[in-house]
Every structure is written in structure tokens, then in C-alpha cells.
């Protein structure tokens, strides 16, 4: 019988153990499991680095990096929120340069962002011109400004466009309206801005004169569109909440353009953000709009009667007629296509959209040309030149004329339409201040059928277009290689000095076409007949540091303000002048 013999001993000094050998074990598999991670590590890197150099080479070809997804929305809000630059219009100038003056901007996808932006003046032609039809506001503008604007003449287009701007061109060429908006001009500089400007020296205080400006254009604008007084230009300045909603909601309806429209539909829905600033604004100018219409409902019954009968006095027969000449007034006389009365809706619509036009646009233009003028003294100095050889022309007949004050007596002087009409060098210097800042930098249009640009780009039906007014001001093909520089002499003849105009394609602060402005006449006079009667009397100075940059709103505020410190003209200077 054989034995088996027994197994030989274990060494326990050589041989693993079942625990050493599992974590053995497991070490090695630690080691592949971080190996595989660092490889996926580094493929995940390599693939940013490809897709980073990929987006920043697209940079030169299209303007800005094109992102995956992202598109070149990554670029606009670096500049939006400032990490670019503090001025969104100068970022896109210098994207528009690069670009020879027209590039197409590439939104994340499946948004509304993508839009094809030109400053060449052959393009705006083309679409403002000679194929207006084909470009109108279109749906996506409407739509994003409808909250505030609703459909009045700013937002729509059509037949409902044409209705409005019919009406308002046949009551702004009328000698009435005329006559209204030059009274209500001289009362509101003479009986309120000069007493705020002059109790500000009184007590040595600096002001914002943004804030003034707006302020005037407010109540004239009122005055005009409403037939009423907010009386926002008084000393001490009140606080308006109607002209303060008004600017919340300007500023918060341009935030819109540069979000995606998803995005901003559901910050409404949630009622979040911007959008709940928006809507509280909103119901701010609503609540002041319907206040007005239903008072002026339950007025003009009255005021027709009052006008029909023959014993009402003088005073009372004016007051009438200047309270008839109002745009909100014209519109409730006028009927629809149906031949129904316009409903409250629209009436608000038309008046708020006036309002923007002639508030923001005059009182934002003077501040810019203020702080021009600031850092451009030799202007400010042939602008007074200009105004003293005007007062020093006057004759002895001049002082039978209503309101006219003899020329020595400065500071009652009363400029009058044909002596503002003359002002051609300070014509020349507000076009300079509006070609380098105009009031509106950027405007939308919106393809309704396929076409191409006369610089070649094809565009196709839906595209959104953005012409950059802002962008034109700083582009050599258009103004020349000093067209950074503040020089009104670029609007005079060399022949014999006078003004002369640009063509509204390549100087578009009025707009052109058939959408040429209204009021263009009125705002040169407004602006005319504002600064003239400022820079007569005092020096405007800008506080030193005073940081100066546009707001991100419909129209151009200064962000800040224009902090300004005043100091009266020397009787000596002007009288010098005046015997040039």
C-alpha cells in the first residue's frame, strides 16, 4: 500500500498570500482604470484645444470664433456684459472694419440670433430704397418690441404703417402744429431750462444735463403727442415715475435683441429678470397713456363746443386750439379701415411711439454734442461766433416783433426761426455730434423674399438684417481717414461755408426712404434753438472723470450721465463778438 505523501509546506516567506494577491490585484487594476480615465482625460483635452484653435481661426474668414452649438454667441456676451469693451457699438465697428463693412453674425442654433449686419452705405440704399418692400421690420422685430411699442408706426409696417404715417406727415407739415411745437419749444427753454441752468450756478452745483434734456423733450413731446404737461422740467427737478418707466423699458426691451428668444420668453412667463422690470415699466406708461385718453374722451365734446361757439374769449378760443392740435387728438378724430373709431389700444400705441421719437432722440443727440464740444473748445468758440454775428445783425425794426428783446441785453435774448435757420456752422456741428453718435446706433429689417446685397451678399428669405448707424460714423470707405475725428467743416462747402447735406444713405440718423423722419426739420430746430440758447449764456463743462460710455437701450444714453458744472459767458466776450 503506497502513501501519498503530503503536500510540501508552504514558505510563507515566498508565496502570497489570498489578501496580498487581491490587492495586488486590485493595484493593477487601479492603475489600468486610471490610465484608461487619463487617456479620455487627455483625448477630451486634445479635442477642446482642436475645437478652441478650430472657432478662433474662423475668427479671420468670418469676423468672430465660431463656436460648436454656441455659435458666436460666446463673443457678444463677453461684449455685452463689458469683459470686452465698455462700448458694445465700438466692438461691433471694429468687427464691421475687419469685415469691410458687412458680416454675418452666427447665433447658437436652433435660436433667432443670426442676422447679417452692414454699414455700407450701397446696401442701405438697396434695402431702405430701392427694395424697401422687400424689407420690412418683419414678424421677429415686431414681436420682440410689442410689448412697448404695440403697433404704432415705429413697430409696423403695411397698410397699417402707411395709415399712420399718412396722417402724422399731413398734421407736421401743418402751419398749426408748427406754430404749437415752436411756442411750446420757447416756453419750456425760456420759462423753465434757463431758470434750472441759471439756479444751478446760483447755488454752485454740478447737474446731469442728460437728465435736463430728457426732461425738456419730455414735456415738449408730451405737449405734442398727448396735449399735455408732465411738468418734469421745474426746479428742483421732480421725479416723473411715467418718464422714469419710460426709460426702464426702453433699456429692458433692448436686452431682448441680444438674448435668444426662448430665453426671454420664459424669464416673461416666470415673470424673472429683465422681464419683470420690463412689465412693471410697462404698465407704468400704460397706466399714464389710458389716464390721458380717457380724460381727453370725456374733454373734446367739450372743446369742439367751446371752439363752435363764436362768444368764447380770445384766450380761451387759443387754449382750444392748441389743446386740438395734438397727434393723440387728430387720431381720435379719424376712423379705421372699418369705419370705426380707434380703439384706446391704438391710440396708446401711436402716442408712445411719438414719444419715443421725440424725447429720446433730440435731448440724447444735445448731450452728445455737448461733451463734444467739451473736448472740441475751437468748435464751441465758431458756434458762438456764429451766434453773435446773428444777434449783431439785427435791426432797430426787429424790436416791434413779439417777444423780441434788444440785442444788448443778453440774457433775455430770444432767437426766432429765421435767425435759427441761419445757424449754419451749428447745423454742421449737431450733424457731426449725430453722425459720431446718432440717436438710434442700430436698426432691423427682415427679408420677406430671396436677394443680394450690392457688395455681393446673398441673403436669403426670413434673414434678419441690422444696419449699424453707430458703425458707419467710424468707417475711412465713407468719411476718410479722420473719420474718428469731431470736425463740422466736413459738412461745409469750401466755396462759401454753407451746409450741405449727405445723402441719407451714408449719413442715416434720420433714417431714409419712405421711413425718412418725420420730424427730422423739427428736431434741428428743437436742437437749433436749445443749444444756441445755452452756449449764448453759459460755458458747459464736463466734471472732471466724468465717466462717459452709451447705455446698452433703444436709443444712445450716455450710461452714466453728462455731469456737467456751468459758468456765465463774460459780458465782454459776447459783446466782442458781436461787434465782429
Not at 413731446?221 to 396735449?227: R, Y
Request: glycine fraction near 6%; include cysteine; hydrophobic fraction near 40%.
Amino acid at each position: 500500500m503506497t502513501t501519498t505523501p503530503p503536500p510540501p509546506p508552504i514558505n510563507n516567506l515566498t508565496s502570497p498570500s489570498f489578501s496580498e494577491t487581491f490587492v495586488a490585484g486590485n493595484l493593477v487594476s487601479g492603475q489600468l482604470f486610471f490610465l484608461h480615465h487619463i487617456q479620455i482625460l487627455e483625448l477630451f483635452l486634445a479635442l477642446c484645444v482642436f475645437i478652441t484653435i478650430h472657432s478662433l481661426r474662423q475668427k479671420k474668414r468670418h469676423g468672430l470664433p465660431v463656436w460648436p452649438v454656441l455659435g458666436m454667441l460666446p463673443s457678444l456676451s463677453f461684449a455685452v456684459l463689458g469683459l470686452q469693451t465698455n462700448n458694445l457699438y465700438e466692438w461691433l465697428s471694429q468687427v464691421l472694419c475687419r469685415q469691410n463693412g458687412t458680416f454675418l453674425f452666427q447665433g447658437p442654433w436652433f435660436s433667432s440670433l443670426s442676422c447679417v449686419i452692414t454699414s455700407d452705405p450701397r446696401n442701405l440704399e438697396h434695402l431702405l430704397k430701392t427694395k424697401f418692400s422687400n424689407f420690412p421690420k418683419g414678424p421677429y422685430f415686431r414681436d420682440t418690441v410689442r410689448d412697448l411699442l404695440g403697433d404704432g408706426i415705429f413697430n409696423a409696417d403695411d397698410e397699417t404703417w402707411q395709415r399712420q404715417r399718412k396722417t402724422a406727415s399731413i398734421e407736421f407739415h401743418s402751419s398749426k402744429f408748427r406754430q404749437l411745437t415752436a411756442d411750446s419749444l420757447f416756453e419750456l427753454v425760456h420759462g423753465r431750462l434757463l431758470p434750472v441752468l441759471e439756479d444751478s450756478i446760483k447755488h454752485s452745483t454740478a447737474i446731469d444735463l442728460q437728465d435736463i434734456l430728457l426732461r425738456l423733450t419730455f414735456d415738449n413731446v408730451c405737449m405734442i403727442a398727448f396735449g399735455v404737461d408732465p411738468g418734469c422740467l421745474q426746479l428742483g427737478l421732480p421725479k416723473i415715475p411715467f418718464a422714469q418707466a419710460f426709460e426702464d423699458a426702453t433699456e429692458a426691451t433692448f436686452m431682448r435683441f441680444v438674448t435668444p428668444s426662448c430665453l426671454w420668453k420664459i424669464m416673461r412667463y416666470l415673470n424673472l429678470g429683465a422681464e419683470r422690470k420690463l412689465k412693471r415699466s410697462i404698465r407704468g406708461v400704460d397706466e399714464f397713456a389710458e389716464d390721458v385718453i380717457r380724460t381727453r374722451k370725456k374733454e373734446l365734446p367739450l372743446l369742439i363746443s367751446a371752439t363752435n361757439n363764436s362768444n368764447a374769449s380770445n384766450d380761451d378760443d387759443k387754449k382750444n386750439k392748441q389743446i386740438r392740435s395734438d397727434l393723440l387728438t387728430v387720431f381720435m378724430g379719424l376712423k379705421d379701415e372699418r369705419g370705426e373709431a380707434f380703439s384706446d389700444k391704438f391710440l396708446r400705441d401711436i402716442c408712445v411711439n411719438f414719444i419715443l421719437a421725440g424725447r429720446d432722440t433730440s435731448s440724447v443727440a444735445l448731450s452728445w454734442f455737448f461733451w463734444l464740444l467739451h473736448h472740441n473748445p475751437e468748435v464751441e468758440h465758431k458756434i458762438l461766433q456764429e451766434i453773435c454775428r446773428i444777434v449783431g445783425a439785427r435791426t432797430s425794426s426787429d424790436h416791434d416783433c413779439d417777444r423780441e428783446i434788444k440785442s444788448d441785453d443778453d440774457e433775455a435774448v430770444v432767437f426766432k426761426p429765421e435767425e435759427i435757420k441761419k445757424m449754419g456752422y451749428l447745423h454742421a456741428a449737431l450733424s457731426e455730434a449725430l453722425r459720431l453718435y446718432p440717436s438710434v446706433p442700430l436698426d432691423h429689417k427682415e427679408l420677406v423674399e430671396d436677394d443680394e446685397f450690392p457688395d455681393g451678399t446673398i441673403l436669403k428669405k426670413g434673414t434678419k438684417v441690422i444696419y449699424a448707424m453707430y458703425s458707419m460714423g467710424r468707417m475711412e470707405a465713407i468719411w476718410g481717414k479722420d473719420c474718428r475725428e469731431y470736425k463740422p467743416e466736413r459738412w461745409l462747402r469750401s466755396s462759401d461755408g454753407r451746409f450741405m447735406s449727405e445723402s441719407a444713405y451714408k449719413f442715416t440718423a434720420f433714417n431714409g426712404g419712405p421711413r425718412l423722419c418725420l420730424g427730422k426739420d423739427f428736431a434741428y430746430y428743437q436742437m437749433k434753438f436749445v443749444a444756441a440758447s445755452i452756449i449764448y449764456r453759459y460755458r458747459v463743462k464736463v466734471v472732471e472723470n466724468h465717466p462717459v460710455e452709451p447705455k446698452l437701450a433703444l436709443t444712445m444714453y450716455m450710461k452714466h450721465g453728462l455731469k456737467v458744472t456751468l459758468q456765465k459767458r463774460d459780458h465782454a466776450e459776447r459783446h466782442k463778438l458781436l461787434n465782429i
